[in-house]
């Protein structure tokens, strides 16, 4: 029934290792989001997209790339993962209400890169 | 640019007691206002909204906001507060550009018994 899934909810990885997380929506929405959120930070983008085959940067994107390869999905990669990248991921799905900001939620991955 | 200022950090209220997390913004015009709450280890879920009309909005369980263009607020209001409320509350509005979102520092509420 939940809207906006993630998988997987708890990660653990070695320092130049290779990530992917994951998220899901059955909103149809077009649009969708990857977050991190860290003590003293609050909630930043880092990628997001409007459509399937797109991807754009967000605020802090070094590090990460994204791939959207249809309407539901949406991954976030870590390619060489460090330990500055330990955090907890959301990805939100929302589209054009609100002027983009209301958004849907998944419940987030926490990760520890060691 | 548009902002979002939270200015409490942490709001500490007995259970039953009512209930104020105060929010500021500076945005061009009338913006779109939401409020999220994030329950531990959850992730944010949309509370209430404004987007035009009655300055006062009703949320989801008994939460409700009052836009005031000429103090630039929504604040969240709750009569009655329960322990179950106790979570992050997120004030927010519609970055520039589109698809993005402003999101303010967030205010921690604990309810005590």
């Known amino acids: 029934e939940a809207a906006v899934t993630q998988s997987p909810r708890n990660k653990v990885a070695v320092t130049g290792g290779k990530v992917t997380l994951s998220c899901n929506q059955t909103n149809n929405h077009n649009n969708m989001y990857w977050y991190r959120q860290d003590t003293g930070h609050g909630l930043r983008l880092i990628h997001y997209?409007?459509?399937?085959?797109?991807?754009e940067k967000g605020d802090i994107p070094d590090g990460y790339k994204a791939s959207r390869p249809s309407q539901e999905n949406f991954s976030l990669i870590l390619e060489l993962a460090t330990p500055s990248q330990t955090s907890v991921y959301f990805c939100?799905?929302?589209?054009?209400?609100?002027?983009?900001?209301?958004?849907?939620f998944g419940p987030g991955t926490r990760l520890t890169v060691l | 640019a548009q902002s979002v200022t939270q200015p409490d950090a942490r709001v500490t209220v007995s259970e039953g007691a009512s209930l104020q997390l105060r929010c500021k913004y500076s945005?061009?015009?009338?913006?779109?206002l939401f409020w999220y709450v994030q329950y531990p280890r959850q992730g944010l879920q949309l509370l209430l909204k404004?987007?035009?009309?009655?300055?006062v909005v009703q949320g989801v369980n008994s939460f409700e906001a009052e836009f005031s263009k000429s103090n630039s607020s929504f604040h969240l209001q709750k009569a009655s507060v329960h322990w179950s409320d106790s979570a992050v509350y997120f004030c927010?509005?519609?970055?520039?550009?589109?698809?993005?979102?402003?999101f303010g520092s967030g205010t921690r509420l604990l309810v005590s018994p």
């Open positions: 945005y061009s015009a009338t913006p779109y």
């Open positions: 939100a799905s929302g589209d054009a209400l609100g002027g983009y900001a209301e958004q849907f």
């Open positions: 404004y987007y035009s009309g009655d300055p």
């Open positions: 997209s409007y459509g399937a085959g797109s991807t």
């Open positions: 927010a509005l519609p970055g520039t550009g589109g698809y993005k979102v402003v």
